[in-house]
């Protein structure tokens, strides 16, 4: 990752804030992560498991095997549709992270200037409205993904 954000134009690094890589680099790799392993078992062992039940019900009864394939293109529709939904969220949660970063690394850089003018409470509910956003965000994304 780090290679491939030095491999970036000047014009693609002012469109991308410094908070948005700090968080894409160690975010995105525990998603990343979380995403292979949840992904082994949708597009390995459950593929496997549907076209063995296939094969069991053509030799069992063929219009059984009419029914599942009925299911399985359902299912395979469902997953679709879901996948699109759920990428929206995961987007917006994305965009919230990159803001409470933001935030955070905003006021760290700024701590004493803060406290110089007396802006701590300013800088503390901005944070607590970033992050109520990112929960929000994080909430619907859970329940999304419940529903799956």
């Known amino acids: 990752m780090f290679i491939k954000i030095n491999q970036y134009s000047l014009r693609q690094i002012d469109k991308i804030t410094r908070a948005s890589l700090i968080t894409r680099t160690t975010n995105d790799v525990t998603q990343l992560q979380q995403f292979v392993h949840g ?9 496997i498991v549907c076209l063995g039940s ?9 219009k059984m095997s009419l029914i599942i394939l009925v299911a399985i293109s359902i299912i395979f529709l469902v997953i679709i549709v879901n996948m699109k939904v759920g ?7 994305q965009g919230s992270t990159d803001k409470v970063n933001s935030n955070i690394r905003q006021y760290l850089g700024g701590t ?3 406290k110089l003018f007396g ?3 300013y800088e503390v509910g901005r944070f607590e409205k970033q992050n109520e956003e990112l929960f929000v965000n994080v909430r619907v994304r859970e329940l999304i993904s419940r529903i799956k």
Do not use: G, T
């Open 54 to 62: 296939f094969i069991l019900a053509i030799k069992l009864n063929f």
């Open 87 to 93: 990428y929206r969220f995961l987007k917006n949660v």
């Open 112 to 114: 004493k200037i803060v």
């Open 119 to 121: 802006r701590e409470e």
């Open 39 to 47: 992904m082994m078992r949708v597009f390995i062992k459950s593929p």
